[in-house]
């Protein structure tokens, strides 16, 4: 893979949603979510799956390559636009399967998307941690870990939902610095994935700092982002919760591209705008209906670092 697209992958792999709804199973701990509205099962499916579709032909036109996966909710899977959380893909030739919080997320995992990558690209090991769900021990993807591809950290909003001995033995057997902290919304609760207050792109970084809770950390998070050349641009609570955090840098065919939702582009400030349009087109992708699950484009795009056969 080229050095310059180790961040911001040429590639992903997306989830059709037949069946879409919002999960009963994380509505708990996932205080983004927000119960539908008086508006049939069939119709809410429906207009998840016209997002879906439109967020697929937009991404195409700026040159990445998407691999979609159809979920007709066979397996009662009301998650499954959001596949980042059980596997991630490594320059290297390398795939990861985490074990994940909620049964019906489990139930995501699927052979077929990984024997596509592995007949696509080059892929030399795949290493399964699914496993350690029976001893209630969870590790969910690039919702629970932000990576920088260019300097091997991951960071990672500490939660139930980011083990941190699973975390560890990731790191270890992936290259990465394991940078665990804890974290507090504006009412003081926890964070539940890291993805919803970070994304870090090629040339800059979009965090909440303030959700950091511990000041040491919050300052070791900073300085670690800003001595990597990164611009930090500092998100607030409302703009985290406008998903303006759960971002993802892309390379397409004239260049970088940072695929979000519209509400959160909206949510951005004009030298916020600036600063990311120095060095990536912005791709704001419409979907309020699959946002009312608790995530946005960042959960819907797994993407793929691995090099074309």
Same mark, same amino acid.
């Given at each position: 893979?080229?050095?310059?697209?180790?961040?911001?992958?040429?590639?992903?792999?997306?989830?059709?949603?037949?069946?879409?709804?919002?999960?009963?199973?994380?509505?708990?701990?996932?205080?983004?979510?927000?119960?539908?509205?008086?508006?049939?099962?069939?119709?809410? /499916?429906?207009?998840? *799956?016209? &997002?879906?579709? @439109?967020? =697929?032909?937009? %991404?195409?036109?700026?040159?990445? $390559? +998407?691999?979609?996966?159809?979920?007709?909710?066979?397996?009662?899977?009301?998650?499954?636009?959001?596949?980042?959380?059980?596997?991630?893909?490594?320059?290297?030739?390398?795939?990861?399967?985490?074990?994940?919080? /909620?049964?019906?997320? *489990?139930? &995501?995992?699927? @052979?077929? =998307?990984?024997? %596509?990558?592995?007949?696509?690209? $080059? +892929?030399?090991?795949?290493?399964?941690?699914?496993?350690?769900?029976?001893?209630?021990?969870?590790?969910?993807?690039?919702?629970?870990?932000?990576?920088?591809?260019?300097?091997?950290?991951?960071?990672?909003?500490?939660?139930?939902?980011?083990?941190?001995?699973?975390?560890?033995r990731f790191c270890t057997a992936f290259g990465y610095e394991p940078m665990a902290f804890p974290t507090a919304d504006a009412h003081g609760r926890p964070i539940y994935h890291t993805n919803v207050l970070m994304a870090i792109a090629t040339e800059y970084a979009l965090v909440c700092l303030a959700a950091i809770s511990d000041d040491a950390r919050r300052a070791e998070v900073a300085g670690r982002l800003a001595d990597s050349g990164r611009t930090v641009l500092d998100l607030d609570f409302g703009q985290v919760g406008d998903f303006a955090g759960n971002a993802i840098e892309l390379t397409g065919r004239d260049g970088r591209v940072l695929a979000l939702s519209a509400r959160a582009a909206a949510a951005l400030t004009p030298e916020q705008r600036a600063v990311i349009e120095a060095s990536a087109q912005l791709l704001p992708l419409s979907i309020p209906t699959i946002e009312l699950a608790g995530g946005s484009v960042r959960c819907m795009l797994a993407g793929v670092h691995l090099t074309p056969r």
């Open positions: 893979m080229n050095y310059r697209n180790v961040q911001a992958p040429t590639a992903v792999v997306m989830v059709r949603p037949h069946r879409f709804s919002v999960n009963a199973e994380t509505r708990l701990d996932n205080a983004f979510q927000v119960s539908p509205r008086e508006h049939s099962v069939d119709l809410i /499916a429906s207009a998840a *799956r016209e &997002e879906f579709d @439109s967020c =697929v032909d937009a %991404l195409v036109a700026t040159g990445v $390559r +998407v691999h979609v996966f159809d979920d007709f909710g066979q397996f009662d899977t009301p998650d499954s636009v959001f596949p980042n959380n059980w596997f991630s893909t490594h320059a290297g030739g390398r795939i990861a399967i985490y074990p994940m919080y /909620a049964p019906s997320r *489990r139930r &995501e995992r699927r @052979s077929d =998307v990984i024997e %596509l990558l592995k007949s696509t690209y $080059r +892929v030399q090991e795949v290493i399964d941690y699914s496993g350690l769900e029976y001893d209630n021990l969870f590790l969910e993807g690039t919702g629970a870990m932000v990576f920088d591809h260019l300097e091997r950290v991951a960071y990672v909003a500490s939660s139930h939902r980011a083990d941190p001995v699973i975390l560890e």
